[in-house]
């Protein structure tokens, strides 16, 4: 069974390889948007929102930019930025693992990530949780997907592992990091959501 990427291995955890395809893919669908669109209400007009693992850009960070707010994408994949600042070009995008970023050496009203957690291993998972906490504004919002249950699954494009810690573990790992675990939101496609606010 293949393993985990490691950023030695290849930073983008398999989708530089699979970029066309997870493209075409993700063109065919807005499962996501709406769930994130109702979590960044509670965001001021116009607030700086860091995408984690952005992609190209769609549907998530478009959906966020036609609602007026500033994105900053950070991503692994070169392809998958290039797209991004080609699409965007008046938005803000790194080509990144998450795990190194200095994501823009800023601070946010909000950060996402949907679809990028559960790609890492378990403790770099809770150091991103971490760094997330860092670079949150006080007041600032922190939306990410991974399964409700304790999980390994295989990647359906990659054929990476992935692995969720399960809630328990992801609500003790975001109240360490002095988060406050606030929702839990399941989208149409049956992913679940956690989000937590910084006080």
């Known amino acids: 069974m293949p393993m985990l990427a490691t950023t030695e291995d290849d930073p983008s955890n398999g989708y530089e390889a699979v ?3 997870f493209v075409d893919r993700r063109e065919q669908s807005s499962i996501g948007v709406a ?3 109702t979590w960044a209400r509670s965001l001021p007009p116009g607030a700086s929102i860091l995408d984690l693992g952005c992609g190209h850009g769609v549907p998530i960070s ?3 930019i036609n609602d007026g707010f500033e ?3 950070v991503d692994a994949s070169p392809s998958l930025t290039a ?3 080609r699409r965007f070009p008046d938005m803000h995008v ?3 693992a998450v795990e190194d970023s200095r994501f823009f050496e800023r601070t946010f009203d909000g950060i996402v990530a949907v679809g ?3 790609l890492l291993p378990a403790e770099v998972q809770r150091a991103l949780i971490r760094k997330v906490a860092a670079a949150l504004n006080p007041g600032g919002s922190f939306l990410f997907t991974c399964p409700a249950q304790p999980c390994t699954w295989t990647d359906v494009l990659t054929g990476g592992q992935s692995l969720s810690l ?3 573990e992801y609500k003790a790992a975001l109240s360490a990091a002095s988060l406050i675990p606030v929702s839990e939101y399941m989208d149409e496609g049956d992913n679940h959501y956690y989000g937590a606010c910084k006080p």
């Open 116 to 118: 990028l957690m559960f």
């Open 83 to 85: 797209e991004f600042r």
């Open 19 to 21: 970029a066309s395809e």
């Open 35 to 37: 769930t994130v669109r």
């Open 94 to 96: 790194v080509c990144e």
């Open 62 to 64: 478009m959906a966020l």
């Open 71 to 73: 994105i900053y994408g």
């Open 166 to 168: 399960g809630a328990e």
